[in-house]
């Protein structure tokens, strides 16, 4: 075992024993990190970050600051991860997460994986999942020593690989404690493809864990019913819906057909929290970003826009959660 892995797995057993705090109580404060009165600028600009330090190898992010950043306000964090074969760069392109029509009150991030892509499929092999669930919690801290950041507000979303390492990170006891919730596009999950307690443990304490799923089902990359995935083999999007339903404690699920059904809307109550676990599928999308407007990836399908926007859907979740 790995240096930094054992040193992952020793943290991740402490927490189980231990415990945390529920991450969806109410919030009454916000929580400053000690990155607050620092000053960024320039602003409404993406900033970049290279050789950060984790596990012993050279980590690199970029993280967007508003045009309104305010140093003494502490702002919610969103982090992106994207897809195999890729850079963060072309995530914020492609997404648009950075806009201010997204993201005027927040503070985007993100990091790039090791030679292109995420652990979990077999064709990674520049880092294990421990090494990279360990860069997340160093990107997390690098960017609350450098910005105000409010730390009870980080938020987690990514894009086909980067999607399935959304649900590595949930399935994690150190990765679901790092964000208050979770949002998944297209999501390639390697890592959880049989049954609801295979390879995934959370922390008992982030149960349930809010978690928002898109996906297309004429994706050709990630099939929606399941199979075998250029990595691996990945599950049924619905079955992995019902295996967080059951983690989660969900008790009640709703439908919307949206759109003259092109859009079907599925939404569980977990625990008290009302549309904790969400699901959007898109009836003729492929492989890419949902939005109205062409984007990178829809291009390289090839396809036109969507009738749904995936950014506008992604932080309106994240923003219900932080007031709830």
Known sequence: MKFCDAVALVASLVQLAVGLPQVHAKKVVSRG?????????????THYRFGLQSCGKDRSYSYHIPANYDKNKPYPVVLGFHGSSSVGLFLELDTKLSQWRYSADKIVVYPNGLDGSWAGPTYHNASTVQEDIRFVADVIADVKASVCVDEEKMFATGMSNGGGFIGTLACDPLGST???????????????????????????????????????????????????????????????????????????????????????HLSWKCGNLEGGLQHYKVASMGHCWADTEINLSQISVPQGPTVIRASEIIMKFFDGIAKS
């Open 178 to 264: 790092l964000f208050s919730a979770y949002a998944s596009h297209s999501g390639a999950f390697y890592t959880d493809i049989n049954g609801p307690d295979n390879n995934c443990n959370p922390n008992p304490n982030a149960l349930p864990i809010p978690i928002l799923e898109i996906h297309g089902s004429n994706d050709g990359t990630v099939h929606y019913e399941g199979g075998q995935g250029d990595g691996g083999p990945e599950p049924a999007i619905p079955d992995w819906l019902d295996w967080w339903a059951e983690r989660n404690g969900c008790e009640r699920k709703t439908e919307e057909i949206l759109f003259d059904g092109e859009v079907q």
């Open 33 to 45: 990190s000690s990155g607050c009165g620092k000053t960024q600028w320039p602003t409404d600009f």
